[in-house]
């Protein structure tokens, strides 16, 4: 008996992932996939290959279709998402300027985003719903321009990871509103790109036909090329939608959009977030996303790095992976013996300038306890993040979901519970992202929205741990309030 197959592909900050699930009982039946190297660049650049993009998805894509083998004919449409802003800049053949795309981490417009959130920011938190930073397509455009890296006139159209993958895939450009808001560039009142984000960077010739335009997440926006199939060994024509940046697809696919729930993802970046009705005046978050629905709204409270911080250790210090990082660190008791992590390790905003380091560094500390002062660190940074939203009601109480990488570990599921001291949803699925992208292609061709349930568990905080948690999460805190005076001397050059 035929059964449907849609496939969600997932581009995130440091890998790209293709995973096929079945209709009806939401099982993956083939998944593939592998890091993106970056290329590392002073002053904090962060940027990815063309090659290294075209070569991971046709891989990736490839790979799924042989694993499906004879099913691959019950693949009825493909979705894509993946992290937001950064760069993906095109030229007038559609070819992505200088080979190279920027991604969300690249810090090289630290300085800049902060200069002009002194001038502007709460005037363009109050149109698009979030203050400058150094990640978005605006700042990193401006400072590529201001560098001389790129000429006026050279970018013709500016597109999200996500919609990059669906251009290669299908020759057509579109994005969705969600994507353009989390980069500061869609106005939340009109749910149109924003004048004065692009004013604001200096960059108004963007705004006249560069930008692609708007649709729904869940529509179809073109059919795949048959030279992109014959490579991928998937058949031709088959209908490409646009799915959300990779936080809403994630909502999505585990249904905490419909809840009210909200999710904190363990990922590259330190991403909370609840789907909430709009508000006004508008709660004081981190940022505020008009992904479509006008009376709903994405509220975020969010850090430049999460599982970043573990991935930098198990490099800095050659642990085989980030998962030994983890295991490492349970070998030693919450706290680390009194040494601190700042798990600003791709930088910050809140304290304004916070960079990333270790506090109370002595002479009996080891690796294990390093690592276990980075868990401690990146679990509790989630936790403030969270009960900052809640703080302004929203939220349902008491739950929470965790997704993303970090999620797969059970133990860090339940130090985040333990720190929230209530239980929390563990969507250990990782592909969460992939699976919110097939979802909507689904939706895409007329297929329901349960099409494509995803397996979750319920982590129970630790009874032992939860006063020691209160404890921890209080000196955390007040840690990162002692040190903003540090960071912004840092900022200013290291003068007081």
């Not at 210090?317 to 030994?324: D, G, K, M, N």
């Amino acid at each position: 008996m035929r059964t449907d197959i849609f496939i969600g592909i997932d581009m995130g900050s440091t890998g790209l992932k293709a995973v096929a699930f079945e209709a009806g009982s939401g099982a993956t039946v083939a998944a593939a996939g592998g890091p993106l190297p970056h290329i590392r660049l002073p002053g904090g650049g962060c940027e990815l290959a063309d090659l290294a993009i075209r070569e991971a998805l046709i891989e990736a894509l490839r790979s799924v279709s042989q694993q499906l083998g004879p099913r691959v004919g019950e693949v009825r449409a493909l979705g894509c998402t993946g992290h937001g802003a950064g760069l993906y800049a095109l030229g007038a053949q559609g070819e992505l300027l200088r080979g190279r795309a920027v991604a969300s981490t690249d810090q090289r417009a630290a300085a800049r985003a902060r200069a002009l959130a002194q001038r502007h920011g709460p005037v363009l938190f109050e149109d698009v719903g979030c203050q400058p930073w150094s990640g978005q397509p605006g700042m990193v455009a401006a400072e590529l321009l201001g560098s001389g890296a790129l000429r006026r006139g050279e970018i013709r159209h500016l597109l999200f990871a996500k919609d990059y993958l669906a251009f290669l895939l299908t020759g057509e450009m579109a994005s969705d509103a969600s994507d353009a808001s989390t980069a500061g560039l869609l106005s939340l009142a009109t749910g149109q790109w924003s004048p004065l984000a692009f004013e604001a960077a200096g960059l108004t010739e963007l705004a006249a036909d560069a930008l692609p335009p708007l649709v729904p997440s869940g529509t179809v926006i073109g059919r795949l090329r048959p030279a992109q199939a014959a490579d991928c060994g998937l058949p031709a024509g088959l209908p490409v939608a646009a799915s959300a940046i990779d936080l809403l697809a994630s909502l999505v696919a585990v249904g905490a959009h419909q809840r009210g729930q909200a999710v904190a993802v363990l990922g590259t970046w330190c991403v909370n977030a609840v789907v909430a009705q709009a508000r006004e005046p508008k709660p004081p978050v981190g940022a505020i996303v008009n992904f479509g629905p006008g009376d709903q709204r994405l509220y975020l409270e969010n850090s430049p790095s999460s599982m970043a911080n573990i991935a930098w250790l198990a490099r800095t210090l050659q642990f085989p992976s980030a998962a030994a990082v983890v295991e490492c660190a349970m070998t030693v008791p919450l706290g680390a013996e009194g040494l601190r992590f700042v798990p600003f390790i791709n930088g910050g905003s809140a304290p304004p300038g916070a960079t990333a380091g270790f506090i109370g560094l002595a002479g009996h500390h080891e690796r294990a306890h390093m690592a276990r002062a980075v868990v401690d660190a990146v679990v509790a940074l989630h936790a403030q993040h969270l009960s900052r939203l809640a703080s302004f009601g929203l939220g349902a109480p008491g739950r929470v979901a965790a997704l993303g990488g970090g999620a797969r570990d059970a133990r860090l599921v339940q130090l985040l519970a333990s720190m929230l001291g209530h239980a929390v949803e563990r969507c250990g699925d990782d592909e969460t992202g992939a699976r919110g992208a097939a979802l909507h292609a689904a939706q895409a061709v007329g297929a329901p929205p349960e099409a494509l349930p995803a397996p979750s568990d319920l982590v129970e905080p630790s009874l032992r741990d939860l006063p020691a948690c209160v404890d921890f999460r209080t000196g955390f805190a007040a840690l990162l309030d002692n040190l903003a005076p540090a960071f912004a001397q840092l900022a200013a050059g290291g003068r007081p």
